[in-house]
C-alpha cells in the first residue's frame, strides 16, 4: 500500500501518514526499488491503533506507546497506559469529593452571629490561615474588614467558597481554575453551576474512559499481528 492509501481510510493527507512514519508511530516499513514506502496490513492496523489511543492518551502519549511497542519494549507501553488509568481514577475520585462538597453544603451549618476570624475559618476546613490569605490574593475568597481593627471577616458565602475552594484543591485543581469557578457560583448565586460542572465533569470522564478502552482494544489488534508476523519472519 501508498501513503494515501492508509491516509484515505482516516480523512488523513499522505503527508501526515509519513510524518508518522518518521516519528516511530508506525513499524519499520520497506521502500521499492524506486525509493517509495510500501506499507502493509501490519502498518494500516498500526496508524489505526495510534488513532484510536490518541483519543484517550493524547498524541505525544500515543506516540511514546506506539514508539514503544514497535521496539518491542511493551513494559514501557504497558506502564504508560496504567499510568493514564491511574491518573484517570484519581481523578474520578476528585469528582466524587467535590460531589460531596457540593452535598454537604446544604448540610453544613450556617454561620451565624459575627463572622468568622481568619483562624477561625482555617480550622473549621483544616487549612493554614495563609492558604486563606493565598485564595484571597487570587480571588478566590472576598472577606469584608472590620471599620475598627481592620482584621478579616469571613461570613457564610466567604465559609461556603472557602469549603468548595478547600475540595477542588484537594483534586489538584489550579488557583485560577478555581478562582474562576468560585466567580461563576457567585454570579449565578447559588451552588447550580456547580452542579452542572459536575455533570460536565462526569461526561468528560466518561468520554474519556471509552477512549482508552477503544486504545487499548486496537493496540490489542496490533500487538497480536505484530507478534504473529515476528513469528512468521
Same mark, same amino acid.
Given at each position: 500500500?501508498?501513503?494515501?492509501?492508509?491516509?484515505?481510510?482516516?480523512?488523513?493527507?499522505?503527508?501526515?501518514? &509519513?510524518?508518522?512514519?518518521?516519528? $516511530?508511530? !508506525?513499524? /519499520?516499513?520497506?521502500?521499492?526499488? #524506486? +525509493? *517509495? %514506502?510500501? =506499507?502493509? @496490513?501490519?502498518?494500516?492496523?498500526?496508524?489505526?491503533?495510534?488513532?484510536?489511543?490518541?483519543?484517550?492518551?493524547?498524541?505525544?502519549?500515543?506516540?511514546?506507546?506506539?514508539?514503544?511497542?514497535?521496539?518491542?519494549?511493551?513494559?514501557?507501553?504497558?506502564?504508560?497506559?496504567?499510568?493514564?488509568?491511574?491518573?484517570?481514577?484519581?481523578?474520578?475520585?476528585?469528582?466524587?469529593?467535590?460531589?460531596?462538597?457540593?452535598?454537604?453544603?446544604?448540610?453544613?451549618?450556617?454561620?451565624?452571629?459575627?463572622?468568622?476570624?481568619?483562624?477561625?475559618?482555617?480550622?473549621?476546613?483544616?487549612?493554614?490561615?495563609?492558604?486563606? &490569605?493565598?485564595?484571597?490574593?487570587? $480571588?478566590? !475568597?472576598? /472577606?469584608?474588614?472590620?471599620?475598627? #481593627? +481592620? *482584621? %478579616?471577616? =469571613?461570613? @457564610?458565602?466567604?465559609?461556603?467558597?472557602?469549603?468548595?475552594?478547600?475540595?477542588?484543591?484537594?483534586?489538584?485543581?489550579?488557583?485560577?481554575?478555581?478562582?474562576?469557578?468560585?466567580?461563576?457560583?457567585?454570579?449565578?448565586?447559588?451552588?447550580?453551576?456547580?452542579?452542572?460542572?459536575?455533570?460536565?465533569?462526569?461526561?468528560?470522564?466518561?468520554?474519556?474512559?471509552?477512549?482508552?478502552?477503544?486504545?487499548?482494544?486496537?493496540?490489542?489488534?496490533?500487538?497480536?499481528?505484530?507478534?504473529?508476523?515476528?513469528?512468521?519472519?
Amino acid at each position: 500500500m501508498r501513503p494515501i492509501d492508509l491516509a484515505r481510510e482516516h480523512g488523513l493527507s499522505a503527508q501526515a501518514v &509519513r510524518n508518522y512514519d518518521e516519528a $516511530g508511530v !508506525l513499524p /519499520p516499513t520497506e521502500r521499492s526499488e #524506486t +525509493g *517509495y %514506502r510500501r =506499507y502493509t @496490513p501490519l502498518h494500516a492496523l498500526a496508524l489505526r491503533a495510534f488513532l484510536a489511543l490518541r483519543g484517550g492518551h493524547g498524541h505525544q502519549q500515543a506516540v511514546e506507546i506506539m514508539r514503544a511497542s514497535n521496539r518491542g519494549d511493551t513494559e514501557s507501553a504497558y506502564r504508560l497506559i496504567d499510568a493514564a488509568h491511574v491518573s484517570l481514577l484519581a481523578e474520578r475520585d476528585t469528582r466524587t469529593e467535590v460531589a460531596s462538597a457540593l452535598s454537604s453544603l446544604s448540610s453544613t451549618p450556617t454561620v451565624t452571629g459575627p463572622p468568622l476570624t481568619v483562624g477561625e475559618l482555617a480550622r473549621r476546613i483544616g487549612v493554614h490561615p495563609a492558604t486563606l &490569605r493565598t485564595w484571597e490574593t487570587h $480571588g478566590i !475568597l472576598r /472577606p469584608e474588614r472590620d471599620r475598627t #481593627t +481592620g *482584621y %478579616r471577616e =469571613y461570613g @457564610p458565602d466567604c465559609v461556603r467558597d472557602a469549603e468548595i475552594a478547600r475540595q477542588l484543591r484537594r483534586g489538584g485543581y489550579p488557583l485560577p481554575q478555581v478562582a474562576k469557578f468560585v466567580d461563576s457560583l457567585r454570579e449565578a448565586g447559588g451552588a447550580e453551576p456547580l452542579a452542572a460542572f459536575l455533570d460536565s465533569w462526569q461526561a468528560r470522564l466518561t468520554t474519556r474512559s471509552r477512549r482508552l478502552l477503544a486504545g487499548a482494544g486496537k493496540l490489542d489488534a496490533y500487538l497480536t499481528m505484530l507478534e504473529q508476523v515476528s513469528a512468521a519472519g
